[in-house]
Every structure is written in C-alpha cells, then in structure tokens.
C-alpha cells in the first residue's frame, strides 16, 4: 500500500523549510518536497539585513539554514509539484511520481518574471506549465515557450522533440539552444489570445501564431497547481492560521502575498505547520 504521510510541504524555500522544520519538532511524518533547496532567492541576496541573527549574504543564510537541517535530519525530496488533488487524502504529484497526505503547505514562492497576460484565462486550453507533462500534445506543432532562465533550456529541447517548431521566449541573456527548431526571441510576449484555446501570441510588433504556449518558470501560479484553489491573481487567499478555502490545505510564504520578505515567510511556514497539526489532531480525535 501507498505511504500516506501527515502533511507534503511543497517548495524548498524558507517558508518550506520552517514548515518542515516545524512539522519535525511536532513529529510528524512529513515530506518536503522542492523544485530545489534554498533556490535564488536565498542564495542571491546581496546583504540580509533584516533576519535576526543573520548578518551576511544570501549564501552564508543558506549555509546556515543547510547546517541546521542536517543537524535536526530534515531531508529535501528533490521534485517540481505539477499538481496538487485536495480531498480527504491527497494527492501531489511531481515528474511522474506521485506523493500522499492527509495535509498539504503550499510553499511555492512567487515568479520573479511575472505572469503573460491571458495566460491563466487559457490554463489547460493550451498553456501550461510543465514541458514533461503535456509536451507530448503538440506534435508536429508550432509552439512557445515563455522561458524565465537557462536552467529551463532543457525542457525547451524536450518540447523541440515533438513540436515542428519551438519560438523560446527567453527572459535571461545568451539564450542558446541546440536544436535548429528552436527560434530564439529575447523579448516577453504581451499577450496571449485565442478563442476556445490559445491561437497566438501578441508581441510588441505583430503577433506570432502558436497552438499551445509554456510558461517555464519557478513559481506556476497557485491556481494551475491545485484545482478549486482559491486566489487572488498570483496570490493565494489565506485566514490568519494559514488555511485556504480547501479544509487540508496550507500556504505560507511569498505565496500568499506581500510582503516578499524571509522573516514573514518562515513565520508563515511556522503557523501553517501548527495549524496542519491542529487540523489532524481534529480528524484523529
Ligand atoms: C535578490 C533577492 C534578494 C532578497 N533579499 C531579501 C532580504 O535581504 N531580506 C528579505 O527579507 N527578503 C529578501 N528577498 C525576498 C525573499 O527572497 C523572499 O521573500 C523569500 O525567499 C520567500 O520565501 P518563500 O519560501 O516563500 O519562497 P521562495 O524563496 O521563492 O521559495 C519557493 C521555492 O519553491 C520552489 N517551487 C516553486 N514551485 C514549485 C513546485 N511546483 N514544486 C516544488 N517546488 C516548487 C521554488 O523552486 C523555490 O525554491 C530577496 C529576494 C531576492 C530575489
């Protein structure tokens, strides 16, 4: 029989692991699933000046922050959520494997990048966020990809296998690619437009017609990863102890909106582990 954990915490940044450190001194059996640990935004800042006790850069934080997980044996399962199905027991699914618990954080930070205009209005009617999930539909087709930095290049190629031609919309310097039907453009698209699915792309001169677009990026928005979600643009609605409209169901972190800040983000990592521990304790009583 599948293991079902006490809670999946999904993303590897501070709120995820405050979280999941939380979730251990609670001793729960919990997975802390991430696209990476402690990603850019950790490790990038310059100066940390508002953290307590922390007076460096981002990478002397991160190194800390890696110190005290190994101390307290918290361990980061390597995986990009591509869904989340809430219920009595969910399910999180992440690169063909499948995870699950009877509680979910949601800790997947927000895109530097931001979204493209219209693209959540055509979410499964043509524009997507996962290259292994759905590229595969487009075979012998023109597509785009909306690409955030190089470490999406891969995926890129990955859609250049099926589709005739793949324009990557690169958001990041010395964009390059191997396969010749990889057309590079070093611009955002404006908008995408279509009728029932996506048909083109509108870019700052003229349009680009396309059957399906990728957005290839850290953060999807919250509403393409868990069904019924609800949201508030790129932000998801949460009460004060961290709970969303779907009972299970936590977010913390950058997640649920301003301020983008470390210290309010491993806050809320911190309420939503005690208020998923308050929600089981409630169903085991
Ligand atoms: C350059 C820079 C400097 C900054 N300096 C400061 C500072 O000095 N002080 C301060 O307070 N704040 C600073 N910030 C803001 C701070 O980085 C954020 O507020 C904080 O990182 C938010 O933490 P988070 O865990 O909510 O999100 P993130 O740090 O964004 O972490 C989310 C993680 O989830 C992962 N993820 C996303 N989707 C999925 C998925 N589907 N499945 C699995 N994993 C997923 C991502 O890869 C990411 O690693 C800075 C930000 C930047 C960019």
Redesign the pocket.
């Known amino acids: 029989m599948e293991k079902i954990y006490d809670v999946i915490v999904?993303?590897?940044?501070?709120?995820?692991?405050?979280a999941a450190l939380t979730l251990k001194s609670l001793k729960r059996d919990a997975l802390w699933?991430?696209?990476?640990?402690?990603?850019?935004?950790?490790r990038?800042?310059?100066?940390?000046?508002?953290?307590p006790a922390v007076c460096g850069n981002?990478s002397l934080f991160a190194d800390r922050l890696e110190e005290q997980m190994h101390r307290e044996g918290i361990v980061l399962t390597k995986?990009?959520?591509?869904a989340v199905y809430a219920g009595e027991i969910f399910t999180v699914t992440?690169g063909g494997e499948s995870y699950l618990a009877r509680a979910v954080i949601l800790?997947?930070?927000?895109s530097?990048t931001g979204a493209v205009q219209g693209e959540e209005e055509f979410l499964g009617q043509g524009v997507s966020?996962c290259a292994v999930c759905d590229g595969a539909l487009y075979r012998g087709k023109v597509i785009a990809a909306v690409v955030a930095s190089q470490k999406y290049a891969e995926e890129v190629e990955y859609l250049a296998g099926f589709a005739n031609t793949v324009h990557a919309f690169c958001l990041y310097p010395d964009a390059h690619f191997s396969k010749d039907n990889i057309v590079v453009h070093m611009e955002k698209p404006l908008r995408v437009e279509g009728g029932m699915r996506v048909e083109r792309l509108v870019l700052r001169e003229g349009a680009l017609d396309v059957a399906g677009v990728f957005c290839l990026r850290?953060?999807?928005p919250p509403a393409a990863?868990v069904g019924g979600l609800e949201t508030q643009g790129a932000q998801v609605v949460i009460a004060r102890d961290g709970s969303t409209n779907l009972p299970g169901l936590f977010a913390?972190?950058?997640?649920?909106g301003r301020?983008?800040?470390?210290?309010?983000?491993?806050g809320?990592?911190l309420v939503a582990a005690y208020s998923a521990q308050a929600y089981l304790a409630g169903k085991q009583s």
């Open positions: 999904v993303g590897g940044g501070i709120a995820g692991y405050s699933l991430g696209a990476e640990l402690f990603g850019e935004k950790l990038a800042a310059e100066y940390v000046r508002n953290y981002g995986g990009r959520a591509d992440a800790a997947t930070g927000v530097q966020y850290d953060a999807a990863l913390a972190g950058d997640v649920t301020p983008y800040q470390y210290a309010k983000a491993a809320e990592g």
